[in-house]
């Protein structure tokens, strides 16, 4: 649709766009200069970010089968378990998430191999499972939504616990 200036309404918004991005440009330039972040808090920033797994080492995302495989996601459609692979140093978590009802089952492994204390956190609370020496767990009735899993060591190969990144299942 064309507006009375002759330019279309798609044309409008990206010329408001880049008015806006300028001016946001702008007024980034004018704080920094009157109100400039004092170097010492931003190296305290940098600082008090490496505390977030001080006491636990963080297992990133890598894998997440409804993301990284649409192709097969959309051939299983919703129904379908959800494969999760998550990643730290010395520990690798797989989980396959199988939606039952409102509630979420929890199937999962840890490689290497080893027991482990496995801890579900979400808004529900904590579900706490013991793996066996295969690093095989389940846990049933996990609430839907934004969860993370804390894997205790317990085994040779024990030491600081891994956490996963939290994921909404």
Same mark, same amino acid.
């Given at each position: 649709?064309?507006?009375?200036?002759?330019?279309? *309404?798609?044309?409008? &918004? #990206?010329?408001? +766009?880049?008015?806006?991005?300028?001016?946001?440009?702008?007024?980034?330039?004018?704080?920094?200069?009157?109100?400039?972040?004092?170097?010492?808090?931003?190296?305290? $920033?940098?600082? +008090?970010?490496?505390?977030?797994?001080?006491?636990?080492?963080?297992?990133?995302?890598?894998?997440?089968? $409804?993301?990284d495989d649409p192709?097969?996601? /959309?051939?299983?459609?919703? #129904?379908?378990?959800?494969?999760?692979?998550?990643?730290? +140093?010395?520990?690798?978590?797989?989980?396959? /998430?199988? $939606?039952? *009802?409102?509630?979420?089952?929890?199937?999962g492994q840890l490689?290497?191999?080893?027991? &482990?204390?496995?801890?579900?956190?979400?808004?529900? *609370?904590?579900?706490?499972?013991? +793996?066996?020496?295969?690093?095989?767990?389940?846990?049933?009735?996990?609430?839907?939504?934004?969860?993370?899993?804390?894997?205790?060591?317990?085994?040779?190969? *024990?030491?600081?616990?891994?956490?996963?990144?939290?994921?909404?299942?």
């Amino acid at each position: 649709m064309t507006q009375d200036n002759g330019v279309t *309404g798609s044309e409008q &918004a #990206e010329l408001q +766009s880049d008015e806006d991005d300028a001016l946001w440009q702008e007024l980034r330039m004018v704080i920094q200069k009157g109100d400039p972040v004092p170097p010492e808090v931003l190296q305290a $920033a940098r600082e +008090s970010f490496t505390w977030r797994t001080i006491d636990a080492e963080l297992a990133a995302l890598t894998y997440d089968s $409804a993301v990284d495989d649409p192709a097969t996601s /959309v051939v299983r459609g919703l #129904e379908g378990p959800r494969m999760l692979s998550f990643e730290a +140093s010395e520990l690798s978590v797989e989980l396959e /998430v199988t $939606a039952v *009802g409102a509630r979420r089952r929890l199937v999962g492994q840890l490689v290497p191999p080893q027991p &482990a204390r496995v801890e579900v956190r979400n808004r529900a *609370g904590r579900s706490l499972v013991q +793996s066996d020496e295969l690093g095989r767990f389940r846990i049933e009735e996990v609430a839907a939504g934004p969860s993370s899993l804390r894997c205790h060591l317990t085994g040779p190969h *024990g030491t600081a616990p891994v956490v996963t990144d939290w994921i909404t299942l």
